[in-house]
Every structure is written in structure tokens, then in C-alpha cells.
T-cell receptor
Framework: DAKTTQPPSMDCAEGRAANLPCNHS???????VYWYRQIHSQGPQYIIHGLKNNETNEMASLIITEDRKSSTLILPHATLRDTAVYYCIVSRPNAGNMLTFGGGTRLMVKP | KAGVTQTPRYLIKTRGQQVTLSCSPI?????VSWYQQTPGQGLQFLFE???????NKGNFPGRFSGRQFSNSRSEMNVSTLELGDSALYLCASSFGGSTLETQYFGPGTRLLVL
């Protein structure tokens, strides 16, 4: 499996953009990058995923570098409710639905 | 559309007992995956069931088992409980394709083993 590396924690001011980096230098050509988040003691919540191109949805944007070795999740206007642990996950192709979680980044949004 | 539901939400057991946890997936979803979350080990994959068959299995001892019913509901069982089995047990459902899909997680069952 391609491993991911994320900073253990980050702070962000409320209303500002939160940029969460993820390194996945061993990613294979057919592996997707997924982002989930987990608000304290709740089940993880899907945010966004992508293969090569940048992606945007109502929650966030995902920027994947051209060589696909790293990506950045962007929360454009962070709110206090975005305080959570954010997990960057690289999929295993044809492996069914098995998510391999790393340590994630604990994002603290501060007023 | 109702989300993934898990019962019970909280459970207290003693060492040596066994426990059964239940998960009802989102309507139409045929894949159910189970995860264990502990402070020390983080989120770890237990197993995945699709069409009543175990499709993937994580690195857990045989005390951890599961099954899936024809309506896609799933149960997991832990026998001979140990203190280290205290954890948040999460299930997730998806449609069930062969490649990784968006998974929707339930709220979890918090198990405390005394």
C-alpha cells in the first residue's frame, strides 16, 4: 500500500483557509487519494477524493501535484465545526472497501 | 435516506465474556466494513463483508468474527473479551464495487471491557 505522511497537528484561524498537506510519494498510477475527517468520537466522514485532477465539492478542494506524490486539502473558510482529525488515504486498487488510516492531522480551528 | 446505524451505542462487558455488535447499512448498500479504533492503535480495519461473504480481512485474531445477512445487515462478534478490546467499533457501508468507494460510517459502538 502507498503510505501517507501528514503533520500531526495544525491550527487555523476561524474564517481563514485551512490547507492540510499529505505526502504519498509511493502512490501508484491507479490509486486514488481520499480524504476523511473525524470529529471527536464520531464516525469518520467522507470529504473528497481524486485521481489526478484537482477536485472541488461543497466541503473542500483537493489539489494533487502533477507528479501525484503529494496533495493538499483546502477548507476555504474554516469554522469552529471543522475542528477534527483529517485523514489522507490512498486506495488499494481492486481491494474492495478497506481503508488504511494513518495518524491523520488534528486541525484546531481557533476563534 | 437513513444513515448507517449501529447498536448498541455503548456496552460494558467483563473479561472472558463475548459480545455481538450490529450494523445496518444505508439502504441499497451491499458492502459493510468494520473498524476498531483505540487511542494507541488508531483506526484499524477488521473485515469487510459483501453479499454475505467476507471479502477482506485485517490483521486481528480469530476471536473477532463477523457475518452478513441477506438484507446486508452485519454483525461482528468478539469472543473471550480482553481488556485491550476496549475500543470504539465502527462500521461503514458502501455500494460494494471492487475498487475503493466512498464509505459512510455509523456513529460506532463504544465497548468497555472491565
Amino acid at each position: 500500500d502507498a503510505k501517507t505522511t501528514q503533520p500531526p497537528s495544525m491550527d487555523c484561524a476561524e474564517g481563514r483557509a485551512a490547507n492540510l498537506p499529505c505526502n504519498h510519494s509511493t502512490i501508484s498510477g491507479n490509486e486514488y487519494v481520499y480524504w476523511y475527517r473525524q470529529i471527536h468520537s464520531q464516525g469518520p466522514q467522507y470529504i473528497i477524493h481524486g485521481l489526478k485532477n484537482n477536485e472541488t465539492n461543497e466541503m473542500a478542494s483537493l489539489i494533487i501535484t502533477e507528479d501525484r506524490k503529494s496533495s493538499t486539502l483546502i477548507l476555504p473558510h474554516a469554522t469552529l465545526r471543522d475542528t477534527a482529525v483529517y485523514y489522507c488515504i490512498v486506495s488499494r486498487p481492486n481491494a474492495g472497501n478497506m481503508l488504511t488510516f494513518g495518524g491523520g492531522t488534528r486541525l484546531m480551528v481557533k476563534p | 435516506k437513513a444513515g448507517v446505524t449501529q447498536t448498541p451505542r455503548y456496552l460494558i462487558k467483563t473479561r472472558g465474556q463475548q459480545v455481538t455488535l450490529s450494523c445496518s447499512p444505508i439502504s441499497g448498500h451491499r458492502s459493510v466494513s468494520w473498524y476498531q479504533q483505540t487511542p494507541g492503535q488508531g483506526l484499524q480495519f477488521l473485515f469487510e463483508y459483501f453479499s454475505e461473504t467476507q471479502r477482506n480481512k485485517g490483521n486481528f485474531p480469530g476471536r473477532f468474527s463477523g457475518r452478513q445477512f441477506s438484507n446486508s445487515r452485519s454483525e461482528m462478534n468478539v469472543s473471550t473479551l480482553e481488556l485491550g478490546d476496549s475500543a470504539l467499533y465502527l462500521c461503514a457501508s458502501s455500494f460494494g464495487g471492487s475498487t475503493l468507494e466512498t464509505q459512510y460510517f455509523g456513529p460506532g459502538t463504544r465497548l468497555l471491557v472491565l
